[in-house]
């Protein structure tokens, strides 16, 4: 972690971290050139895969999606179209990326969002428990059967609730589409069908918080501070909750933002599995095809949110830990 | 393991080192086999590559070919078909035995392919300072947040599919990790005086990096690596279960994906979705029990109060 030079000031530590954001974005976008307008190596042959075409034909699709221009010139196109926030036109629908993926933006955010705080609320809770009762019952089987659903395929965990539940939620889909459109009732629905997504996401993510916690909350215990807290005759509850979980919390809130990437591709395949209309559902349903200006979009689109998670952790972790601010 | 009655002096220095090598292997293990989940985790590895391994020998592969199914259409559990069949009539059993042998070898190719990049960047961005490590240490954060499930998705779509693209995807995507971690402990093991020795010596950067740095470094990069086979043997479910596996060749995911085709949750059929989720279940945590048990053995901080 590249730490500001002495007497370098608040400013400089945000500019340096904004400066390595944008260079990392643009890395995202030229990448994403790379991925998806270079190396499938034609495109247009990918999009019309398994149809008979004439090269007349062939020739029309290459002009319309400006391939027939030379790489540079295409990249300089793309760069252009993209800071526009125009991101192409799907091959499937025929529409732009853009619009559609502000459409499914929302049921990922609420999804992801929803996944991660109950995660990290339950991660904490059981890894500080754990930690402080070191060896005991609780700490094992917590600790085992964290690393069990951690061992599990996220999509898998979301199959097998569908079968077992299948009766009690919705199999699929955000809302039913005979609710009445009041606040009330459409809220209920999506929360009804939030709630075996929600379920799936968290089990398999929560056990990274966890463990962390656990193990940051150890390396704490035996510190000269909680003696003194101690010492001065503090409860032990109070030892914890005042002294040692503040230090111990820390790394696992840089975690919470570093792992998110995590939490999105465990959205992708939630949303795959229960058919949660988000971004997720979308990615997997241009792959077949393969609607490669969708996947470009969400690449893209996915890949900027985490960077710009990782600059708003980077800052968080600047104000909340005195010890970074002070080298 | 015993040295008696060799004495020192008959041994050139070769022997000697493997000699310490050995007693050092042994130590190892006893410490390694105090822990029961280790033994546990290793049991069950070693179970699973045979049974990987044997395969052809004990069962036949017809049963994997969908004209020559003899079963009913998603059947559930009898007596000739102990799992169930699929809906081509195909036994599931059959069919997960099978698919540990893609499972595991993507796993380990990929966690081998994600360790050996991890490696050589991060030595390189360690023991080179000044702008190679700025530029290497820029470009491993960036891959270290990009998340890694959405770049392994775009590379195998773009690549021919095929178990060598699913390697690949996984192995490119995942080796940051391995490299912030190398390069933290090439930098403590470069500052120690052995190396200002060496480099008095007039070892070169080669030199040094693979006579001091890289036997420093391995150990940790082998408990990596074990550890990194879970995360690739999960990644490569996830992709087959995308469908961006090879259609023709059975793997765990691959399982996972036709049974979401075939709409096997809602119509309730668990015997097609157990089999393959718990193999991969039972397998990662067995690399997870074994890699925590190595690390235990590297060190002793973590080691249980005695």
Redesign the interface.
């Known amino acids: 972690m590249?730490s500001p030079r002495r007497g370098g000031g608040t400013a400089r530590y945000l500019l340096t971290k904004l400066g390595?954001a944008v260079?990392?974005l643009f890395?995202?976008v030229v990448?994403g050139f790379i991925?998806?307008r270079v190396?499938?190596g034609d495109p247009v042959k990918t999009m019309t895969r398994g149809h008979p075409v004439t090269n007349e034909q062939l020739a029309i699709l290459e002009h319309r999606y400006g391939l027939d221009k030379p790489k540079i010139a295409q990249f300089w196109d793309y760069l252009v179209k993209l800071l526009h926030g125009d991101f192409g036109d799907s091959y499937q629908y025929s529409r732009p990326v853009g619009d559609m993926i502000l459409e499914k933006l929302w049921p990922t955010v609420l999804l992801v969002g929803t996944g991660t705080i109950l995660a990290v609320a339950l991660g904490l809770w059981l890894g500080t428990r754990a930690a402080w009762q070191r060896?005991s019952v609780f700490d094992k089987a917590s600790t085992g059967i964290a690393?069990?659903f951690?061992?599990?395929?996220?999509?898998?965990?979301g199959?097998?609730l569908?079968?077992a539940a299948?009766g009690l939620f919705p199999?699929g889909g955000m809302v039913y589409p005979d609710t009445p459109p009041d606040f009330l009732s459409q809220a209920l629905d999506i929360l009804h069908h939030l709630v075996l997504p929600v379920i799936t996401l968290v089990a398999v993510v929560y056990a990274q918080y966890q463990l962390v916690m656990r193990s940051s909350l150890l390396e704490e215990m035996d510190a000269d501070y909680l003696t003194t807290a101690r010492a001065k005759g503090l409860r032990d509850d109070l030892v914890r909750r005042r002294h040692a979980v503040p230090n111990a919390l820390l790394p696992t809130v840089t975690l919470v933002f570093?792992h998110l990437?995590?939490v999105?591709?465990g959205a992708?395949?939630v949303e795959?599995?229960f058919s949660w209309p988000g971004l997720g559902q979308m990615?997997?349903n241009a792959?077949?095809v393969?609607d490669?200006p969708v996947?470009q979009g969400?690449?893209i689109v996915?890949?900027a949110a985490?960077?710009v998670m990782?600059l708003i952790a980077d800052v968080l972790y600047r104000f909340l830990d005195p010890r970074v601010r002070a080298v | 393991m015993s040295d008696e009655g060799v004495s020192l002096k008959t041994l050139s220095p070769r022997a000697l080192a493997w000699q310490r090598r050995g007693r050092a292997a042994a130590a190892a293990w006893r410490e390694f086999s105090s822990s029961k989940s280790g033994l546990v985790g290793l049991g069950v590895l070693v179970l699973a590559v045979l049974l990987a391994l044997l395969a052809p020998v004990l069962s036949n592969e017809d049963g994997l070919d969908v004209t020559k199914a003899t079963g009913g259409r998603m059947r559930p559990p009898d007596g000739n078909f102990w799992l169930g069949t699929d809906v081509d009539g195909r036994s599931i059993l059959l069919l997960t035995w099978w698919g540990t042998r893609v499972s595991l070898l993507i796993g380990i190719s990929a966690a081998l392919l994600s360790v050996v990049i991890g490696t050589v960047i991060g030595i390189i961005a360690a023991h080179y300072g000044r702008w190679v490590s700025a530029v290497l240490?820029?470009i491993v954060?960036?891959f270290?947040?990009?998340?890694?499930?959405?770049?392994a998705?775009?590379?195998s779509?773009?690549?021919e599919p095929g178990i060598g693209t699913i390697i690949v995807a996984i192995g490119l995507t995942s080796w940051p990790s391995a490299a912030r971690l190398v390069r933290a402990q090439t930098l403590t093991v470069e500052a120690r005086p052995y190396i200002e020795r060496s480099r008095a010596l007039g070892g070169g950067n080669l030199h040094i990096i693979v006579k001091h740095v890289l036997p420093a470094v391995l150990p940790l990069v082998f408990v990596n690596a074990t550890l990194a086979v879970?995360n690739a043997i999960?990644a490569e479910?996830?992709l087959a279960?995308?469908?961006?596996g090879d259609p023709f060749q059975t793997s765990w995911?691959g399982i996972?994906h036709n049974?979401?085709v075939d709409s096997?949750?809602?119509a309730?059929?668990?015997w097609y979705?157990?089999p393959?989720?718990v193999a991969?279940?039972?397998v990662?945590?067995a690399f997870?029990?074994c890699g925590r048990a190595l690390e235990t053995v590297l060190n002793p901080r973590l080691r249980?109060p005695r």
């Open positions: 590249p390595g260079i990392s890395m995202v990448l991925l998806f190396m499938p060896n690393l069990a951690w061992s599990m395929p996220t999509f898998w965990l199959m097998i569908l079968t299948g199999s570093l990437g995590m999105v591709a992708i395949t795959a599995v990615t997997y792959i077949g393969p490669l996947l969400t690449f996915l890949a985490v960077l990782n | 240490l820029r954060d960036f270290l947040v990009l998340p890694s499930l959405v770049l998705i775009a590379l779509t773009v690549l879970g999960v479910s996830t279960f995308l469908g961006l995911g996972l049974a979401t096997a949750a809602l309730g059929a668990w979705l157990l393959p989720g991969i279940g039972v990662v945590l997870t029990l249980e």
